[in-house]
């Protein structure tokens, strides 16, 4: 199964933008990146997936690099609420849809 | 509201004791899955469902069983719960195509003495 590599944490300033990176060099051209949050005590929460292009959305960015082996999750103004664990993972259909969820990055985010 | 109920939500029980953790969903999704998660161990698939009948295991299904005989519901049951059992369990949803972008539930905390 492949597998993403993540920061065990980082930290931001509020209302600063943050790049959460995440590296997938085993990654299959089927694969999809998905990334999803768990804020505290609450089941994770999607955020953003894509294949091969850049991702925008209203929670977030997606950069996938050219050779698809590392993406980056970039949150545009971090807020208070944005403090969670966020997962990078990969899925796809070939592996019946299997979400192999990581240890994930614990964001940090100061007043 | 599209979403993914679970219940109960918090749960202690006995070792031996039967117990069943419901999960039903209102998007008529096909695909749903059950995970645990435990500390430093993160979220760990138990079992997953492709469509009505169609089940098979995840990454650590021992000690579970599941079934979908409706599409929209999807139980976990633990025919002889043991204290390692004690766990977050997520019980989750999404459309079978494409990027299969899941919908978890709330979680149900269950603890086994």
């Known amino acids: 199964d492949a597998k993403t590599t993540q920061p065990n944490s980082m930290e931001s300033n509020e209302e600063e933008p943050v790049h959460l990176p995440c590296n997938h060099s085993?990654?299959?051209?089927?694969?999809?990146i998905h990334w999803y949050r768990q804020l505290p005590s609450q089941g994770p929460e999607y955020v953003i997936h894509g294949l091969t292009s850049n991702v925008n959305n209203r929670m977030a960015s997606l950069a996938i690099a050219e050779d698809r082996k590392s993406s980056t999750l970039i949150l545009h103004r971090a807020t208070l609420r944005d403090a969670a664990v966020y997962y990078c993972i990969l899925s796809s259909r070939d592996s019946s849809y299997k979400l192999i969820f990581g240890s994930g990055t614990r964001l940090l985010v100061r007043p | 509201e599209a979403q993914v109920t679970q219940n109960p939500r918090y749960l202690i029980t006995v070792t031996g004791k039967k117990l069943t953790v419901t999960c039903s969903q209102n998007?008529?999704?096909?695909?749903m899955s059950w995970y645990r998660q435990d500390p430093g161990l993160g979220l760990r698939q138990i079992y997953y469902s492709m469509n009505v009948e169609v089940t098979d295991k995840g990454d650590v299904p021992e000690g579970y069983k599941v079934s979908r005989k409706e599409k929209r519901n999807f139980p976990l049951i633990l025919e002889s719960p043991s204290p390692n059992q004690t766990s977050l369990y997520f019980c989750?949803?999404?459309?079978?195509?494409?990027?299969?972008?899941?919908?978890f539930g709330a979680g149900s905390r269950l603890t086994v003495l």
């Open positions: 989750a949803s999404s459309l079978a195509t494409g990027a299969n972008v899941l919908t």
């Open positions: 085993t990654i299959s051209g089927t694969d999809y």
């Open positions: 998007m008529n999704h096909e695909y």
